[in-house]
């Protein structure tokens, strides 16, 4: 038996192998810069202590998988540094043999880290951080941005509820700087899919909204007098990033209106009851290993350390330049259990990538909307265009 079995494992993994693969030892880094972070509305919430770095140890688990039959192995090195030290630590990571690193950072500190290796032959992956500018005004050649892009979110948000023909959107926002990009992203999406923002209002943080005092009953009382005397609606619209109030709009409205955005109908990166395209099994081995369930950012590491092992793979290299041309390249697409292959955008290095709209059990539906078009991807129909960003990269 096995002697037919062999022949066949060869014939499956051979079309993946480049001709003449050479042995190959691959060092990749995830690097997270901490933030304190304020405890979630909900203990479900509460993230995780390994949260990403689970996402590494299976990215880098399914890349040995494959890398056993080309000779090519693979090894994670992680760290964790405060917003001051994590030059220090990224160069550390380079210093060990590092070419390509994972970044968990906000979009400040994406753009300083990848100005700070700038000169050097290192590529960063950018797994978290969402902000629309560093893909319409701030690309950096040396950034792949993996995180889909508020806008990415937003439009995907907006074309289910044009599809659902709810048009009339009331925007309830935060008092927050991220509730404000938010709400922006939102506001160009109902405008580019024919939805209207009938009203708008400011739900101003003045504490004690956390969950380890009184303030949730608080927020839970304002809830329905804020909400009372909208302007005829279709649904209520969160923009909560801060997570002050949008766990508390559903069922607590004046009017009996769903809610979408930041609390109930949510656009997500990804979503542990997701189990179409494969996505069950890829859950199941993230169980295995994480005892938990996989969370976005958990994805999002785990989708970057793929990019990179396709790279490998396929050039039978670890030059950073040579896996970006790769990954920028036609040839590139990558199953990531959402409905359909990745690509990248080649304008600002962004990939391609599906949006789940889930609610807390269940996936509701995956945008883009087939009734949404675009002449060359219809994943292009989510986030900015080419011909709405300044960044043009890979000209």
Same mark, same amino acid.
């Given at each position: ?7 066949? /494992?060869?014939? &499956?993994?051979?079309? &993946? ?11 990749? =880094? ?116 993996i995180a889909s892009s508020r ?13 659902? #023909? ?54 839970? #009382? ?39 955005g930041s609390a109930g109908l ?13 996505a069950t099994q890829y859950q ?11 969370? /976005? ?20 290299? /670890?030059?950073?330049?040579?896996? #970006? ?9 990558? =199953?990531?259990?959402? =409905?359909? #292959? ?54």
């Amino acid at each position: 038996m096995w002697r037919f079995l062999i022949p066949l /494992t060869i014939a &499956l993994f051979w079309p &993946l192998a480049p001709a003449f693969a050479a042995e190959l030892s691959v060092k990749v =880094g995830v690097l997270k810069v901490e933030h304190e972070v304020e405890l979630p509305l909900s203990r479900l919430d509460i993230p995780p202590n390994d949260l990403g770095f689970a996402g590494a140890r299976l990215g880098i688990n399914d890349n040995n998988t494959t890398g056993r039959f080309l000779g090519h192995t693979y090894e994670v090195i992680t760290a964790s540094a405060q917003p001051d030290e994590a030059e220090a630590a990224l160069d550390g990571m380079i210093a060990d043999g590092v070419q390509a690193v994972v970044l968990m950072a906000h979009a400040d500190e994406v753009l300083a880290l990848a100005d700070h290796v700038a000169e050097r032959d290192v590529l960063l992956f950018n797994a978290q951080a969402e902000d629309d500018y560093l893909r319409t005004d701030e690309c950096r050649a040396n950034v792949l941005h993996i995180a889909s892009s508020r806008a990415m979110k937003a439009d995907g948000l907006a074309q289910f509820l044009v599809w659902k #023909k709810w048009r009339k959107w009331f925007l309830i926002k935060g008092s927050h700087p991220v509730d404000e990009a938010w709400a922006s992203a939102l506001r160009r999406a109902a405008k580019r899919f024919g939805a209207k923002i009938v009203e708008e209002r400011v739900f101003e943080d003045t504490g004690g909204s956390r969950r380890t005092d009184t303030g949730h009953v608080q927020v839970q #009382k304002q809830i329905p007098v804020f909400t009372q005397r909208a302007k005829k609606h279709d649904v209520v619209i969160a923009a909560d990033e801060a997570e002050v109030f949008g766990g508390h709009l559903p069922y607590h409205t004046w009017d009996a209106r769903p809610v979408a955005g930041s609390a109930g109908l949510r656009p997500v990166g990804w979503h542990p009851g997701n189990e179409a395209w494969g996505a069950t099994q890829y859950q199941r081995r993230f169980e295995k290993i994480a005892k938990r369930t996989v969370r /976005t950012l958990d994805f999002q590491v785990w989708l970057a350390l793929r990019v990179i092992g396709e790279g490998v793979t396929r050039t039978n290299s /670890t030059d950073p330049q040579k896996i #970006k041309a790769y990954a920028l390249g036609d040839e590139f697409e990558l =199953g990531i259990f959402k =409905g359909t #292959k990745v690509t990248f955008r080649r304008w600002n290095n962004q990939i391609r990538s599906p949006v789940l709209l889930a609610h807390d059990r269940m996936i509701v539906s995956v945008s883009p909307q087939r009734e949404f078009l675009h002449k060359v991807s219809q994943l292009d129909t989510l986030g900015y265009d080419e011909p709405e960003s300044n960044c043009k990269l890979n000209q």
